[in-house]
């Protein structure tokens, strides 16, 4: 648990390493919930406020929600479009069928349209829609989707990626 694994882990491991062994995955995991609670707080355990202006910043990202039935009655593979205001946390959703570009910025236009403005600043995930190259490192050149590019001067938006793998920040 100190190393990170989960309870179904650590259950595993001991029953490879004493097949014999009587205890269930249920009480390893109610030792390991045990256990977390008797630690001290971590720094990765602490979930700060990040107050931002109104119309300042938004988070906008595709999340994977699984098949689902389009309107013939298909199964397909779906993403959730989500853009969070920064101050409100007010939130547009809609669930689309593709993660191509042309998606991306339409559904950019139709979040606009429905939370009554642009904010200042999009911080979207790393996703080819939007960022092509990241740069985070000093001599790192970024390189942004040339029509998300074109997207953010019509809408006059700053385009602000998050650090490839780092969903925390």
Known sequence: LRRG????AIYDKLRLDD????IS???IKRLCRRLRKARP????????HVDTAPGDVAQVDFGYVGRVLDEGGVLH?????LLV???SRK???????DQRAVTWQHLHGLAFEALGGVPQTLVPDNLKAAVIRAAFGVGDTPALNRSYRELARHY???VDPTPARSPEK
Do not use: C, I, S, T
Not at 77 to 81: H, I, S, T
Not at 91 to 97: G, L, P, S, T, Y
């Open 91 to 97: 939130m547009f959703a809609r669930v689309v069928f």
């Open 156 to 158: 006059d938006f700053v």
């Open 41 to 48: 707080v971590r720094e990765q355990d602490v979930a700060l």
């Open 77 to 81: 593979k779906a993403w959730v479009f």
């Open 85 to 87: 205001l920064g101050h």
């Open 19 to 22: 097949p014999d062994l009587d």
């Open 25 to 27: 995955y249920w009480a």
């Open 5 to 8: 694994a989960q309870p179904r």
